[in-house]
């Protein structure tokens, strides 16, 4: 046990102060989405500010490095040792970058989104191009800090901030298998569903929904999978989000009356959010260690029950008899299991990521990932982007957007605001969503029967031991490898989708 006095103990001190102030900017931010009056824009925005300020100072004074590099030397165990090895890390990246650099990043990067957000409803490529020249070789001039300061190629330095560990090298062969496996899997999906479709057509949704009996609904739903609302609630905002702090999650949905199927997934899926968020290990939520292991796990566990668990047919069964208790038996009168998964299980091919399903998301996700390494590496110039775009969007997914830039490489917000290395996560998650159900089907065979029964302890258990009591005590790629007893493997979600789409 580390003395009083000791750099370890320095270092928690310092670690309680900086989470009561993540505690307050989260909730500070949550209030501003959910329930804060358009009048408090402004004084909510100097106060997040302010936060954010006395933030980066204390989580980067000089000191810091003094307490690590003491504490390294000291005697710890196992968990203590690895809360220092990510303190470092975290150390290291906030600090690679100059006050100076960091003031023209933020320049360059409001100018970028705010231009963005002006020219994209005016589909102005042209007019958007020069700011996204500056955004993007700022990301480049940043990729370069970072990689000398970590000792990392440049675009992988970037995708360090969102999944430490994780490298192109490895991540490319998987995707490259993969987009081959979806260029002749979605055909064949798509031809797979209009047979179905022949023999069944699809029913509409027996609308309209009333508001407050989705909520119920979701809430009896949120409660069944484990969300603990002793610690937590669910809300509504423009845009789903799971917020908060583990003692204090914030969810949030929409609703809309002509269907029910999009609030109660995306209650689910942020469910899954919030379940990781819940299961962290309290006795070291002041350490860096003890927090979310970055953006693809996160990514995993919304995925593993909005995917695997909340697409099921099994989970359906289940679901059924919830619909009618809640919604009344008008809501699906006539349906049967069948009726209701065309609905769920529906694929189609379109231009725009975030209405994308399951089948085709990931071609999405592979197309801004190569464009964005290129971009990064200098093998992609800005004003080129629109015709590489074009050319992998008629390749991956037969569908043409040449000058048709607002549905095409001006649709997402990530790139105007210099998030670069973030796309790959959304695809990580779900195959290691896939890998992570398969092993967990391996240790626990009865899980699809729990799930048609709504039993959903064992599955949460398995979870928590393997994903979420482990936080960040190790990479990205060993949490998986430890977790199912392999690196990551494309074959899972493969399988998932073959049985699920084709079956």
């Known amino acids: 046990m580390p003395s009083p006095n000791s750099a370890f103990e320095k270092l928690a ?82 600090t690679c970058l100059s006050a100076d650099f960091v003031r023209r990043q933020v320049t360059v990067r409001i100018r970028s989104e705010q231009l963005w957000r002006e020219l994209r409803a005016k589909d102005d490529w042209a007019g958007f191009l020069p ?14 800090l970072r990689a000398k300061a970590l000792g990392l190629a440049p675009y992988d330095a970037m995708m360090e901030q969102y999944d430490p560990g994780n490298r192109a090298a490895d ?37 309209p929904f009333p508001i407050d009996k989705q909520k119920a609904l979701g809430l009896a739903v949120m409660e069944a999978i484990g969300f603990d609302f002793d610690h937590g609630r669910l809300d509504v905002s423009h845009h789903p989000f799971c917020g908060g702090v ?22 689910i ?19 860096a260690v003890g927090k979310a292991r970055g953006m693809a796990i996160h990514e995993s566990q919304s995925l593993f029950m909005e995917k695997q668990i909340g697409r099921s047919a099994e989970f359906w069964e289940w679901a059924m008899p919830l619909i009618r208790e809640h919604l009344g038996p008008a809501s699906i009168e ?34 801004r990932f190569e464009i964005e390494k290129g971009l990064i590496e200098g093998t992609i110039a800005p004003k080129d982007v629109p015709e590489e775009w ?15 830039y607002k549905d095409g490489p001006m649709q997402d917000v990530h790139w105007p605001s210099g998030a670069f290395g973030y796309f790959p996560s959304y695809t990580l998650g779900a195959m290691t969503a896939a890998q992570l159900w398969a092993a967990l089907e391996k240790d626990h065979p009865a899980a699809r029967e729990d799930v048609r029964h709504g039993r959903f302890v064992a599955i949460n258990d398995w979870r928590r031991e393997k994903i979420w009591s482990q936080a960040s005590r190790f990479s990205t790629p060993e949490l998986l490898a430890k977790a199912t007893g392999e690196k990551l493997n494309s074959q899972y979600f493969e399988d998932h989708l073959r049985q699920r789409y084709l079956a």
């Open 13 to 94: 001190d310092l670690g309680r102060k900086l989470e009561a102030l993540e505690h307050a900017q989260s909730m500070l931010s949550v209030d501003e989405a959910v329930m804060m009056p358009s009048g408090g824009g402004e004084k909510r925005a100097e106060s997040l500010s302010m936060l954010a300020g006395m933030y980066h100072e204390m989580a980067t004074a000089p000191e810091i490095a003094d307490w690590l590099a003491a504490a390294s030397e000291e005697p710890l165990d196992d968990m203590q040792q690895a809360a220092i090895r990510e303190q470092a890390r975290v150390y290291t990246n906030m």
């Open 131 to 144: 700011a996204f020249e500056g955004v993007v070789a700022i990301a480049r001039e940043e990729a370069e």
């Open 171 to 207: 991540i490319a062969p998987v995707f490259a298998r993969l987009k081959a496996f979806l260029k002749d899997f979605v055909p064949a999906a798509l031809a797979h569903q209009d047979e179905k479709r022949a023999r069944r057509p699809l029913k509409p949704l027996n609308a």
């Open 246 to 267: 583990p003692t204090d999650v914030r969810m949030t949905t929409r609703y809309v009356t002509g269907e029910f199927l999009s609030s109660l997934m995306g209650i």
């Open 269 to 287: 899926h942020e469910t899954g959010h919030g379940l990781y968020e819940q299961g962290l290990p309290k006795e070291w939520s002041h350490f």
């Open 334 to 367: 006539g349906w049967d299991i069948d009726d209701l998964l065309l609905h769920v299980h529906e694929v189609k091919t379109g231009l725009i990521r975030v209405d994308a399903d399951e089948a085709t998301y990931p071609l999405h996700v592979i197309l």
């Open 390 to 404: 074009h050319a992998r969007m008629v390749a991956y997914l037969g569908l043409e957007t040449r000058d048709n």
